[in-house]
């Protein structure tokens, strides 16, 4: 499963235990529920977010007025057909809506979401510049890259986890293979011939391919892009063979037929998937 937050610059006084104020929210776009319960659920979800913002504020002398100009939304993937990009986008328009005022995306891709991650770590502490932080960024990054440039603990505030999703193991209509049994015993016929691609090194995609080769007992090749959208693009050309990734970013090629569904994480079948087994 992949979490998905959004965090702000950690303002001067503010205390490291907001997690612990704000009551997260999972996703439900993926469960299956009837409509209109996804929409109360995403009503609870923007409200939290924005009682969050609000104790982001607590130490800032404008919170009365906040928000009295644009906020800036930093999503840390490129623009395109990354989940990241579809999530975040989806958030800045109910945020607008709520906060009555312009977020303006801002697409900052690179090094597994760590360049768009600084960014917000070094603006000014005054949550006109927020982030959509991710496990690769917050968690993987810092402990695999000897200098990222900023400390996530330390120079970011969580506001809100507004989002769970599943993985999927998707491949090329070319690959002969069915399913995630016949996948691995195709990968132990040719080994270091299929290549797996993800949206950058030390992304949480790609460690999931690397866990995902060593419980398998394979030998694929890992193939980094800067960003899911380049690596969609390239599978569905058919220039690699597979991809582990979360279901937004190849849900609309798997429903045309561009690209197969193998198997999903979770403990049970996708309700846009309920044929690929977990």
């Given at each position: 499963?992949?979490?998905?937050?959004?965090c702000?610059?950690?303002?001067?006084?503010?205390?490291?235990?907001?997690?612990?104020?704000?009551?997260?929210?999972?996703?439900r776009?993926?469960?299956?529920?009837?409509?209109?319960?996804?929409a109360?659920t995403?009503?609870?979800?923007?409200?939290?977010?924005?009682?969050?913002?609000?104790?982001?504020?607590?130490?800032?002398?404008v919170?009365?007025?906040?928000?009295?100009?644009?906020?800036?939304?930093?999503?840390?993937?490129?623009?395109?057909a990354?989940?990241?990009?579809?999530?975040?986008?989806?958030?800045?328009?109910?945020?607008?809506e709520r906060?009555?005022?312009q977020?303006?995306?801002d697409?900052?891709?690179?090094v597994?979401?760590?360049?768009?991650?600084?960014?917000?770590?070094m603006?000014?502490?005054?949550?006109?510049?927020?982030l959509?932080?991710?496990?690769?960024?917050q968690?993987?990054?810092?402990?695999?890259?000897?200098?990222?440039?900023y400390?996530?603990?330390?120079?970011?505030?969580?506001?809100?986890?507004?989002?769970?999703?599943?993985?999927?193991?998707?491949?090329?209509?070319?690959?002969?293979?069915?399913?995630l049994?016949?996948?691995?015993?195709?990968?132990k016929?040719?080994?270091g011939?299929?290549?797996?691609?993800?949206?950058?090194t030390?992304?949480?995609?790609h460690?999931?391919?690397?866990?995902?080769?060593?419980?398998?007992g394979?030998?694929?090749?890992?193939?980094?892009?800067?960003?899911?959208?380049?690596?969609?693009?390239?599978?569905i050309?058919g220039?690699?063979?597979?991809?582990?990734?979360?279901?937004?970013t190849?849900?609309?090629?798997?429903?045309?037929?561009?690209?197969k569904?193998?198997?999903?994480?979770?403990?049970?079948?996708i309700?846009?998937?309920?044929?690929?087994?977990?």
């Amino acid at each position: 499963m992949c979490y998905r937050n959004l965090c702000a610059t950690r303002p001067w006084g503010l205390t490291p235990h907001l997690p612990q104020i704000i009551r997260h929210e999972h996703c439900r776009a993926w469960d299956g529920k009837i409509s209109q319960q996804r929409a109360r659920t995403h009503s609870t979800m923007i409200r939290r977010i924005f009682c969050g913002l609000m104790f982001a504020l607590a130490n800032v002398a404008v919170a009365d007025s906040y928000p009295s100009k644009p906020i800036r939304f930093v999503l840390p993937v490129s623009a395109g057909a990354s989940s990241n990009d579809i999530l975040g986008r989806g958030l800045a328009q109910r945020l607008s809506e709520r906060l009555g005022q312009q977020i303006v995306v801002d697409n900052r891709p690179g090094v597994s979401g760590s360049i768009g991650s600084k960014i917000v770590a070094m603006s000014e502490p005054d949550v006109y510049t927020i982030l959509l932080a991710y496990t690769s960024a917050q968690a993987i990054s810092p402990n695999i890259y000897k200098n990222i440039g900023y400390d996530p603990i330390r120079d970011l505030a969580p506001v809100a986890q507004f989002c769970v999703v599943p993985y999927v193991v998707v491949a090329h209509p070319s690959v002969p293979a069915k399913n995630l049994k016949e996948l691995i015993a195709l990968a132990k016929s040719r080994p270091g011939t299929l290549n797996v691609a993800s949206a950058g090194t030390g992304s949480t995609p790609h460690l999931a391919s690397e866990l995902f080769k060593s419980r398998a007992g394979i030998d694929i090749v890992h193939v980094p892009y800067k960003g899911a959208a380049a690596a969609v693009l390239d599978l569905i050309a058919g220039r690699i063979q597979m991809m582990i990734d979360v279901v937004q970013t190849p849900l609309a090629h798997i429903q045309s037929g561009k690209l197969k569904a193998l198997g999903t994480t979770g403990t049970q079948r996708i309700a846009l998937l309920p044929d690929v087994p977990t």
